[in-house]
């Protein structure tokens, strides 16, 4: 099919047609329809497999999170008494606050500076019942503890805030906690996109960011605004069950947010989260794309990408990465991002 997008962005995606005599149909010979969808800024596929699976929570999570509670180390209480502690040079009094919030090192560390950070005291949150006001203590939190750590660092540093919530995306605790680190190494997935961004600003002489966006919307794709964040769902997915991204063009890294920054990100994400969870999913990672909090050549605009998680069987704990995911480095989706964008669209619009 011959690529489609707007203006300088091209959608680029190969239909697949596999046939198989399905045992479903009497044993016919069918037509079974995939697709790959190639990454507009770095190139990199994914593949759409149209399954209905259906994405339902076990029953007990509430149950368990309740009978975890009385050990949980985030709970009030506990968090003040039994959590590790910075040292003194880097945070005064060990653990950083900012309200009900507190930051808190990660007992086991992704790199120098690696930290746990709890939002607030609640302990029990449906996925689909995130307040705003969790969301801005996170987010606001992250950012005041990066300003006041990241200077007292030495080298050109990323600051990477991340969420995962529940097991499926890889949460050890049920009681909601973000993660924040400090890396000069942000990983293979930013140092190919910032890569491909400076290419992309050399060759166009402007962000990439900005003529994405445009060609997301005339695709029918952007979702939603809130303040200075466009929503949409990617044309090359990342989430088996679909995913979103927020985009604040201008800004670059989580520092660079000021307070209504943050709560429009948070009116965004509790719509999208909503959505999702209306389709019976309850975990998701959140995590925030930044460049180097040095970096002035304006290649780059902030990003929240958000990532519902499942379980492919719920009862055998089938995750849903498999070899495609971790082996080959390719992502897989079982819903078209169309469907996607139209299903949080009807989010968006509600109050
Ligand atoms: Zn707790």
Known sequence: MAPNG?????????????????????????????????????????????????????????????????????????????????PEELVPGGRFRRGEAVVFPNLFPYD????????ASRHDLAMGDVPESLVVSGVATARDFLAATLPRMAGD??????WNHMPPAGGTQLHPHMQVVATSE????????LAAESAWLEAHGRPFAPDLLAAEEAAGRVVGRTGGWTWYVPFAPTGVLGDCRAVLPGKSSVLELDDGDVADLAAGLRRALRGFA??????????FVPDRSSDRSGRHALSARLLPRLY????????????????????????????????????????
Do not use: Q
């Open 278 to 287: 209306a389709n019976g999913l309850w975990s998701f990672n959140l995590t």
């Open 312 to 351: 492919i069987d719920p009862v055998l704990h089938t995750p849903d990465a498999n070899y495609l995911h971790m082996l080959l480095g390719e992502r897989f989706s079982m819903a078209w991002p169309e469907e996607v964008a139209e299903r949080l669209r009807k989010a968006f619009s509600e109050p």
């Open 186 to 193: 942000p990983g293979n997935a930013i140092r190919r996109e």
């Open 112 to 119: 120098e500076l690696s930290a746990v950070l709890v939002p």
């Open 6 to 86: 707007s203006g300088r962005v091209v959608f680029r995606r190969e239909p697949r047609v596999a046939r198989l005599h399905d045992p479903r149909k009497g044993f016919s010979l069918s037509d079974v329809e995939s697709e790959i969808r190639y990454d507009p800024l770095t190139g990199e596929s994914s593949r759409i497999c149209h399954f209905a699976l259906p994405a339902a929570a076990p029953s007990d999570i509430s149950a368990i999170a309740e009978a975890r509670r009385p050990g949980c180390p985030f709970c009030p209480g506990k968090v003040d008494t039994i959590t590790p502690r910075f």
């Open 157 to 162: 540093l990323f600051g990477i805030v991340t």
